[in-house]
């Protein structure tokens, strides 16, 4: 799914998506959505010839158990969740979405809690926030090597540099609402 795309833009306002479907990204997030408007949102996107992800857990009306993931993957069909619940992932991955776990690095209990979860589920991606951790980045890229998982870094990305050293320290792809790191054609 993430073939070239090295920043992912998480959109919160339409008029970002709008602008986002005239642009040159293959690959959009969308965060803070509304059940009502979701639906359409992903088949404007996929008319635009872009992949959708979703971030289930903020998604306004949305109960995330097996029939709101049911409603996700047959009806509204994304062409990938993100998640920090277990069972979404696992339910993702059913429908065969592009499973992502979100994972946040609070301290290091919370960083073993989570990798432990991250092998019961075995997600393609993991979402580390915040993504300003470049040390913690490359120890965990070294455990999830062994189940060939990449990482998406996110949360408290502000400039390039930021960006870069996430990428350099085994991030496959940066997601950020930050517009100014959007490095696509917003015309």
């Known amino acids: 799914m993430l073939h070239n795309q090295r920043i ?29 408007s979701l639906k359409s949102m992903v088949k404007y996107a996929k008319r635009a010839n872009k992949k959708v992800i979703v971030h289930a857990d903020l998604i306004q009306g949305l109960k995330t158990d097996n029939y709101g993931m049911e409603y996700l993957g047959q009806d509204v069909k994304p062409d990938g969740i993100i998640s920090t619940r277990t069972n979404v992932i696992q339910l993702a991955k059913k429908y065969k979405l592009t499973a992502i776990q979100r994972m ?15 092998e019961q589920t075995k997600p393609d991606f993991v979402e580390v926030l915040p993504g300003v951790m470049p040390h913690v980045i490359s120890d965990i890229k070294s455990t999830l090597d062994e189940h ?21 320290a085994g991030a496959t792809a940066i997601s950020t609402s930050l517009k100014e790191l959007w490095d696509f054609n917003l015309s």
């Open 104 to 118: 946040f690095l609070i301290d290091s209990q919370a960083i073993e809690h989570n990798l432990n979860l991250v």
């Open 8 to 36: 992912l833009p998480a959109v919160k306002q339409m008029k970002d998506y709008d602008k986002l479907l005239e642009s040159d990204t293959e690959v959009i997030v969308l965060l803070e959505t509304r059940i009502s």
């Open 148 to 168: 060939n998982i990449k990482i998406i870094a996110g949360g408290l990305i502000r400039t390039q540099q930021d960006v870069d050293e996430a990428i350099q």
